[in-house]
C-alpha cells in the first residue's frame, strides 16, 4: 500500500513532542494513499498519577469522516481527551487552501422589495418584446416606475397596489373611464 505524507503531519509532530518527547516514537507522520479523503487524528490522553514525578500521556492515532471529526471536535474532553492534533485534513489535500464557502448575504426588506421590482420589470419588459400582437407600449409605460410616473402626472391613487398587473389594471381603468 502506498504511503503519502500527511499534510500537517509537521505540525502535528511538534505539538505532540512539545507535549511530551515519547509520543512522536508512536506516530507515524504518514497515511495510506487510499484515506486521503478521511482525517488522521492523534488523540492525546493525559492520565493524572498522583504521587508520582510526571503524569502519564499517551497518543491514540485514528482516522475519521468529516461528520465524526466534527462530533468528535465538540465531544473530545467529555471522551476523555486532552487534546486533538489533526494530522491529515483532507481539505487541504495537496497543499491547497479549502475553498470558503460564503453565505448569502441576507436581504433588509427594502432590498427585497426593490429585488422584487426590478424582477418584475424585467419580466414586464420581456412579455412587452415578446407579445408582437401588441399595438406598442401602452400610454403609461411598460415598468412599475414608468406606471407610478404616469399615475402621479395624472393625480391617479395607486396607494396600496405593488403588482404590476394591478398598477397596469388601475391604470387601464383610469384611461376607460377618462375616455367614457
Known amino acids: 500500500m502506498k504511503k503519502i505524507e500527511g499534510n500537517k ?6 505539538e505532540l513532542q512539545a507535549i511530551d518527547e515519547r ?11 487510499t484515506e486521503r479523503k478521511m482525517y488522521h487524528v492523534g488523540l492525546v490522553r493525559v492520565i493524572d498519577r498522583p504521587g508520582e514525578a510526571k503524569n502519564k500521556v499517551n497518543v491514540n492515532v485514528q482516522v475519521f469522516h468529516e461528520q465524526s471529526f466534527e462530533k468528535l471536535k465538540k465531544n473530545f474532553k467529555f471522551l476523555g ?16 487552501l479549502p475553498k470558503k464557502e460564503v ?8 432590498e427585497m ?7 418584475a420589470n ?8 415578446s407579445n408582437e400582437s401588441n399595438e406598442g407600449s401602452p400610454v403609461y409605460g411598460t415598468t412599475i416606475a414608468e406606471m ?3 399615475a402621479e402626472a395624472n393625480e391617479i ?18 384611461i376607460q373611464e377618462k375616455e367614457a
Not at 81 to 96: A, R, T, W
Not at 113 to 119: D, L, N, S, T
Open 9 to 14: 503531519s509537521a505540525k502535528a509532530l511538534k
Open 122 to 129: 424585467e419580466k414586464a419588459k420581456t412579455i412587452v418584446e
Open 157 to 174: 391613487d395607486l396607494s396600496g397596489l405593488k403588482k404590476i398587473k394591478d398598477i397596469e389594471n388601475a391604470l387601464k381603468t383610469w
Open 23 to 33: 509520543l512522536v516514537e508512536n506516530v507515524d507522520g504518514t497515511i495510506n494513499e
Open 148 to 150: 407610478k410616473s404616469f
Open 103 to 110: 453565505a448569502p448575504k441576507q436581504m433588509t426588506p427594502e
Open 81 to 96: 481527551f486532552s487534546k486533538l492534533v489533526v494530522i491529515h485534513d483532507p481539505k487541504l489535500d495537496n497543499g491547497e
Open 113 to 119: 422589495e426593490a429585488e422584487i421590482e426590478r424582477r
